[in-house]
């Protein structure tokens, strides 16, 4: 793990990257500030969190680390260690932490609740929509620190490189790190449901886009041909074929739209 800081003084802002190996994204947006140490107006800690994994371009060396938290120091995985010391790293800061995916191209906020600080910064970042996954939490760094995750963009891609690069610029505008101002925008809400899980077989497919909604009696994915109807209505989110190894993705409802403005505005 590395850990790096930019101006003086206890942060109580920290970003993070490279949690998973093969999303190397948010590890170019953190080298850049690095090399230009832009001047801050509070401080900020850095940490790119499993650097044997991305040495190795895998998404972990014994288990995913965004499922290992709060970890063990005595653990006999390497990831579940690491959590533990990243837990300790981050206790008492606000933390951004980026990823990319295999499914949407379009940046995302994840929260673990849909709190006054996620419903105050969520809309002044650049990104199309906040999910809340407070019953599929456990295991992920949200469920001991306060984080707001976004999943850049495309796994591997430049555009998740160039978005992780503005995403962390506009977080940490919006939380002062950075001088300057930041936009609000309308911003869809939606919440998990279920996860969509897939049967055993040799391809994949899925027919439906994320965050449009799946109407009952619509065929949203098939398994070696096998159709994948839908019982009721949902919007798919983290939906592709190939991106988790047991699971399609997950099933969500639509709860809110959070307005450009806010009241006081």
């Known amino acids: 793990m590395r850990v790096a800081q930019l101006g003086s003084g206890t942060p109580e802002v920290a970003v993070v990257a490279g949690v998973h190996g093969d999303e190397p994204c948010g590890v170019r947006a953190i080298e850049r500030l690095l090399e230009e140490r832009p001047t801050v107006e509070r401080p900020v800690k850095l940490v790119v969190a499993n650097e044997e994994a991305l040495e190795r371009r895998v998404r972990f060396l014994d288990e995913d680390l965004n499922r290992a938290f709060p970890g063990d120091p005595d653990a006999q995985t390497h990831e579940k260690r690491l959590a533990h010391r990243l837990t300790e790293e981050l206790a008492d800061c606000l933390t951004f932490s980026m990823h990319s995916t295999q ?54 891609s430049e555009t998740a490189a160039q978005n992780a690069d503005r995403l962390t610029r506009a977080f940490l505008t919006a939380v002062g790190v950075l001088p300057g101002d ?14 969509i899980e ?18 009952a009696g619509e065929t949203f994915a098939a398994a070696d041909g096998d159709e994948q109807i839908a019982q009721e209505a949902f919007y798919p989110v983290l939906m592709s074929p ?15 739209v959070l307005p450009s403005q806010t009241a006081a505005d």
């Open 103 to 156: 499914s949407h191209g379009d940046p995302f906020a994840i929260v673990n609740g849909v709190s006054a600080t996620a419903r105050d910064l969520v809309p002044q970042l650049p990104v199309t929509a906040m999910v809340e996954t407070s019953e599929f939490a456990e295991g992920r760094l949200f469920s001991e620190i306060e984080t707001i995750e976004v999943e850049c963009g495309l796994q591997g």
């Open 182 to 195: 930041t936009m609000r925008r309308e911003l869809p809400v939606y919440r998990l449901t279920d996860v």
């Open 198 to 215: 897939k049967q055993t077989a040799d391809s994949y497919e899925v027919f439906v886009e994320n965050f449009t909604e799946v109407e």
């Open 242 to 256: 190939y991106g988790y190894r047991d699971v399609f993705g997950y099933a969500a409802e639509k709860v809110e």
